[in-house]
């Protein structure tokens, strides 16, 4: 009842900058906190940055200064801006949202993922 799309991944070079977006669609009551994550190969998931409803945001100590997350609740869409892009930023992006659903006049609210967009940066 809820999808989370991403896109704008793909290949930079190192210093580049790509801009990834995430919107959401469904029976959505309302959106709490939203972030990115990302996952490298053989590592594990980790928080890239959040974004609280009131737009408090959190930043893994690794890309402090180079990206920032917004979002546009009009659109249900959360947004990551990376500049200054390292070769270590290589990994497969992913969404996570915080939503509450009404259906039936019954309301749900759990935390839901997107299916990942790759970002490749090249030395």
């Known amino acids: 009842q809820v999808q989370l799309v991403e896109s704008g991944g793909g290949l930079v070079q190192a210093g580049g900058s790509l801009r990834l977006s995430c919107a959401a669609s469904?029976?959505?009551?309302?959106?709490?906190?939203m972030g990115w994550y990302r996952q490298a190969p053989g590592e594990q998931r980790e928080l890239v940055a959040a974004?609280?409803?009131?737009?408090?945001?959190n930043y893994a100590d690794s890309v402090k200064g180079r990206f920032t997350i917004s979002r546009d609740n009009a659109k249900n869409t959360v947004y990551l801006q990376m500049n200054s892009l390292k070769p270590e930023d290589t990994a497969v992006y992913y969404c996570?949202?915080?939503?509450?659903?009404?259906?039936?006049?019954?309301?749900?609210?759990?935390?839901?993922w997107g299916q990942g967009t790759q970002v490749t940066v090249s030395s």
């Open positions: 996570n949202a915080d939503i509450t659903l009404r259906v039936l006049g019954r309301t749900n609210r759990d935390g839901y």
């Open positions: 469904g029976s959505i009551f309302s959106i709490n906190a």
């Open positions: 974004i609280t409803s009131g737009v408090r945001t």
